[in-house]
């Protein structure tokens, strides 16, 4: 157990819709970054949010945004959902932000999305 | 082209006997993780090395870090049924200004037979 948790766990949702993923970062972290895993690949970085701002995004589109709040905790919204939005969303906390050294990431369970 | 590639992407070994995975990096290492994964689940902290010529271990499962080659093994001795899983390797690179991004390979599927 990491103490990083993830809600739901389990999500249906159709094409064009929009979604909202949660994530508790591990007590002590400030540091929170989201992951998009599609099945038998690994794990591809969307963002990471340090003290409540964005300090780091991969190659995702827009409209793929998230938010942090004042307890570290964390949202990805995904807007106009497509099909190969489908994958298992990973979350993960650190204490300190990437380069900084030291920052190892703590991953959650992740929500498996599925779009329809 | 994958920023990390490892090798091999799957692996079938008999119980006891031992194995080794590798990642190599197509840019400079800032940090080199090992994580395992189980199917469609989270990912669990193996291992970090930041030092090149750095070697930890932990129980049966040693992992080394050659920084000039940007290279990395995960070598797991006298394997279990336990060790069978997703090995996936992770390295922080710098994605331009003061920005950093954890990257990772496709992993490799391990499988011991008992």
């Known amino acids: 157990e990491t103490g990083v948790t993830q809600s739901p766990t389990h999500l249906i949702k159709t094409r064009g819709q929009q979604v909202t993923l949660r994530c508790s970062s591990q007590?002590?972290?400030?540091?929170v970054s989201w992951y998009q895993q599609a099945l038998g690949q690994g794990p591809q970085f969307i963002f990471q949010y340090y003290r409540e701002e964005e300090n780091g995004r991969g190659n995702f589109p827009p409209r793929f945004s998230g938010l942090q709040f004042p307890n570290y905790s964390s949202e990805l919204n995904v807007n106009a959902l497509e099909l190969d939005d489908s994958a298992l969303y990973l979350c993960?906390?650190?204490?300190?932000?990437?380069?900084?050294?030291?920052?190892?990431?703590?991953f959650g369970p992740g929500t498996r999305l599925l779009v329809l | 082209s994958q920023e990390l590639e490892q090798s091999p992407q799957s692996l079938i070994v008999q119980e006891g006997k031992n194995l080794t995975i590798n990642c190599t990096s197509s840019k400079t290492l800032y940090g080199l993780y090992w994580y395992k994964q189980k199917y469609g689940e989270g990912l669990i902290f193996l291992m970090m090395l930041q030092k090149g010529g750095e070697e930890k271990s932990h129980e049966k499962i040693t992992a080394k870090l050659d920084e000039k080659k940007q290279q990395s093994s995960l070598h797991i001795t006298a394997s279990q049924p336990s060790h069978a899983g997703i090995y996936l390797c992770?390295?922080?690179?710098?994605?331009?200004?003061?920005?950093?991004?954890?990257?990772f390979g496709k992993g490799t599927l391990l499988t011991v037979n008992p």
């Open positions: 992770g390295a922080v690179i710098h994605s331009g200004g003061s920005n950093y991004k954890l990257t």
């Open positions: 007590s002590g972290h400030n540091t």
């Open positions: 993960a906390s650190s204490l300190v932000g990437l380069g900084s050294g030291g920052e190892t990431q703590y």
